[in-house]
């Protein structure tokens, strides 16, 4: 099967792999029929993770058919039509079951990967996968776009908000203009935030935050994007703040523009060394996040949500490649000449 490798950084290329095969009795074969690029892939293409040459895409999201399914299957038959999320839940531990599935306490190996391929083995599939009503084609492209976010950034900007605990009427403040960022956006103004306040510095993506309910931009960073917020916000600051990238920039303006007693949703993946706890201790803020809890939000809210036109996450791919343009995929969202790359691997 053809299969994508990180060839060195900078460079993606296909190979031609065996086909995944069923190892445990809770795996499920799937036909990826639809796969993208995320902002975390970019960790190891720029070189900023040490990431060993050709090594196994860190691709964790898909739209696939089911192939062949492990005996302790029961939830999916072949031929049925899924969402793959980049977590995999069991649905009966404690974690699940109080809706954080992304740290799923039965499941160790909980992260997808390589699903830039034809073929993927996704593991413990009994309750992670999530069905999609009919089959591929009963869709339009752009449904297909849609529900694809559900494999994790639509998700993933969900579980900001949520744990953020924003409410009806809160002013909230998004870090990051990513695909997560945008999707983060949506789910504020599902949520009923009533001031939605992006940050954004380019312009096709200021104009898709304003499409998805942002109110107000500020495009400075550091100091100077501090103070344009507390002016915005009379000086108070937010009732939330959703941390969508992770730097430590984006992290200590987070905590800076939050309100005294207020919530910052951290889902962008940290890559800061240590944190001052100092600041959110005297200003009583709260500091949530993780993992998205995928599985959880897909089926209580999310697919019903893209499947009846209430959200249209999808708009977040803005280029889409074929499985053999890989490189020109992972390049185009590198340079920023696309906000998040869709990939067609199979019809």
């Known amino acids: 099967m053809k299969n994508a490798i990180l060839a060195k950084a900078g460079e993606m290329k296909i190979v031609d792999s065996p086909k995944p095969t069923i190892q445990k009795s809770d795996d499920v074969i799937l036909k990826v029929i639809r796969a993208c690029v995320c902002g975390s892939d970019l960790w190891n293409y720029r070189g900023i993770n040490n990431v060993e040459p050709n090594s196994e895409n860190s691709g964790h999201e898909a739209l696939g058919i089911v192939e062949e399914v492990g005996d302790d299957i029961t939830t999916v038959k072949p031929g049925d039509f899924v969402i793959a999320p980049f977590t995999h839940g069991c649905g009966h531990c404690a974690a699940c079951l109080a809706g954080y599935d992304g740290v799923c306490q039965d499941h160790s190996d909980n992260f997808s990967e390589g699903t830039q391929a034809e073929y993927v083995r996704f593991q413990h599939g009994q309750w992670a996968l999530v069905k999609v009503p009919g089959k591929p084609s009963d869709y339009s492209e752009g449904m297909l776009k849609s529900l694809l976010t559900l494999a994790d950034v639509m998700a993933t900007g969900y579980h900001a908000a949520r744990v953020a605990n924003v409410k009806p009427g809160d002013t909230v403040v998004v870090m990051g203009d990513g695909a997560v960022g945008l999707s983060a956006i949506i789910a504020a103004k599902l949520r009923g935030a009533s001031r939605i306040i992006s940050t954004s510095r380019h312009e096709d993506r200021h104009q898709l935050a304003v499409e998805f ?135």
């Open 213 to 347: 309910g942002a109110t107000d931009n500020v495009a400075e960073r550091g100091d100077d994007a501090v103070k344009a917020i507390m002016d915005l916000t009379n000086g108070s600051g937010a009732d939330a703040v959703l941390e969508c990238v992770g730097t430590e920039q984006s992290t200590d303006t987070a905590l800076k523009v939050a309100r005294p007693g207020a919530t910052v949703g951290r889902v962008g993946l940290p890559h800061t060394p240590a944190m001052d706890m100092t600041t959110p201790f005297y200003t009583n803020t709260a500091i949530a996040g993780g993992p998205a809890s995928v599985t959880t939000y897909d089926k209580q809210e999310l697919l019903k949500a893209v499947l009846d036109g209430k959200i249209n996450p999808g708009k977040v791919f803005t280029k889409t490649f074929s499985l053999d343009d890989i490189d020109a995929a992972y390049q185009a969202m590198a340079d920023r000449k696309v906000i998040k790359s869709y990939i067609k691997v199979s019809d």
